[in-house]
Nanobody
Framework: QVQLVESGGGLVQAGGSLRLSCLAS????????MAWFRQAPGKEREFVAV????????YYTESVKGRFTISRDNTKNTMYLQMNSLKPEDTAVYYC?????????????????WGQGTQVTVSS
């Protein structure tokens, strides 16, 4: 079992930046795939980014490529999402997620563990 807690959300202007953090209750490297998802009101939860701990590769949804960066600090059991050049369409509740298996996964249904979410609001 692993518990996840997100932090770092807030209200920012378009073009601004935020860094989200996800603290895990236990060491997850080599054993868990970890990812960021987001969900806007009235919309389904969508994949944002995933970190492949085995190969160190990262994958992003097309709309955030070049703007968002996912990373992990295994010594602190923490995953980050650096968000730059934010747009109003990035507004959503952002969730970190984890599941057993080191390979990347892109569907929310594949993740067993979820944080409570942190709100990101980008004003125009």
């Amino acid at each position: 079992q692993v518990q996840l807690v997100e932090s770092g959300g807030g209200l920012v202007q378009a073009g601004g930046s935020l860094r989200l953090s996800c603290l895990a209750s236990r060491r997850t490297d080599s054993n868990y795939a970890m990812a960021w998802f987001r969900q806007a009101p009235g919309k389904e939860r969508e994949f944002v980014a995933v970190f492949n701990s085995i190969g160190g590769r990262t994958y992003y949804t097309e709309s955030v490529k070049g703007r968002f960066t996912i990373s992990r600090d295994n010594t602190k059991n923490t995953m980050y999402l650096q968000m730059n050049s934010l747009k109003p369409e990035d507004t959503a509740v952002y969730y970190c997620a984890a599941t057993i298996g080191g390979g990347p996964k892109f569907s929310s249904a594949e993740y067993a563990y979820w944080g409570q979410g942190t709100q990101v609001t980008v004003s125009s």
